[in-house]
């Protein structure tokens, strides 16, 4: 039984070593990527900051050694989801199962003057590009504005907003630079109140400008202005934003998307194409676009895939756990473990900062890559 899996970030290369595990060389398991090499999301704040190079952070595809699983890098130009058929720049490919991991794209030239006034770390180019900016930086006014929902990884602009404090921190930079953050929700992490709590608490002993309930529509480079969403203005020596994102247009050309993201079914990751399913951020099945949820989804379609094979029935339903971690600066880091779809309100519980936790964070970031890529590595400290 052929399974292609379309994408080989955090869900596709989850899922492919879940499957290689479960039957080895009899798998066929075939992840499709137009990029050469993953990069964790978090490690883009890690090359924002100077604390790892581009490089040092991307692991490379070519390193993926799992039985019975045979990678390919090539664009993906047209999916047929109802003959399980799909076509790249390296030719077609049919299969038995398909799974869509492609993830959210994110588009810079979608908020007027981004590209022309600001910056966007969500892309590793934009935090290289950033990372060269700060480096020159002075000091002034520096604003971290959210353009549009959904966005990954919903902490990271909070999070992005400690480390700048710290950063310009080491640099004596503080006495003459202003922090400001826009996020569209009242709170920093709205399915937790603990959290939302100790971060705006450090915000508020930082100085950090906490702008709430709001995006940024526009930018007006000639006058360093960011123009937000209920008309108000924030001026603006350095801005850094999180751009627009969309499912990729391969997926919407598919005839795959619904309001712009992929639904499927909650429990089994089943769109409604039979023998397709979708993981992570290209989805919208009602958890933050994270790694984790991306990898809990690849747990599940393991499962169902491994029940299909086997004639028998999957047992293993999705539950919407993650548990994120939190950079609170100073390097320490806080997690929230959190469920969603529980047909119940989420409800993240706090725990941390510690540097403990920052040890705990830095073994997630080792295990994937050992696991995933059998690499030893180690994140930035
Ligand atoms: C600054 C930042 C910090 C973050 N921190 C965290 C964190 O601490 N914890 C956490 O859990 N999450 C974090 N995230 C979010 C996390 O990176 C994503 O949610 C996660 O990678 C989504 O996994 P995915 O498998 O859905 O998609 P991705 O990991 O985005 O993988 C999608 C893949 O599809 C490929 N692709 C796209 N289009 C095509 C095409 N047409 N042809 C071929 N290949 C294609 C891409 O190259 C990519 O490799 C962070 C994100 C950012 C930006």
Partial sequence: MRVVILGAGFGGLELATLLSGEFGADADVVPIDQADGFTFGFSK?????GRATAASVKHMYADIAAPGVQFVQSTVRAIDPVARRVTTDS?????????VAL???VDGSATPGLVEGGHEFYSVAGAVAVADVLDRFAGGRVVVGVTSTPFKCPPAPSETALLLHDYLGARGLLDVSDIALVMPFGVPIPPSPDASAAILAEFAERGIGWHPGRTVRALDPAR???MLSDDTEL????????PVHRAPAVVGAAGLTVDGWIPVDSLTLQTRFPGVYAVGDVTSVGTPKAGVFAEGQ???VAAQISAVVRGS????TYDGRGICYLEFGHDM???????????QAPAGVLVGPSSELAADKHAFGHDRVARWFNRDWTPAP
């Fill in 313 to 316: 029935s999957a047992t293993r």
């Fill in 333 to 343: 880091v806080a997690k929230v473990d959190v469920t969603f779809l529980g047909g």
């Fill in 103 to 105: 993830g959210a794209d």
């Fill in 235 to 242: 001026p603006y020596d350095l801005f850094l934003g999180v």
């Fill in 45 to 49: 704040l890690d090359v924002m900051f």
């Fill in 298 to 300: 690849a747990v599940v």
């Fill in 91 to 99: 030719g077609v490919f049919d299969c038995d199962i398909l799974v």
């Fill in 224 to 226: 360093k202005v960011a």
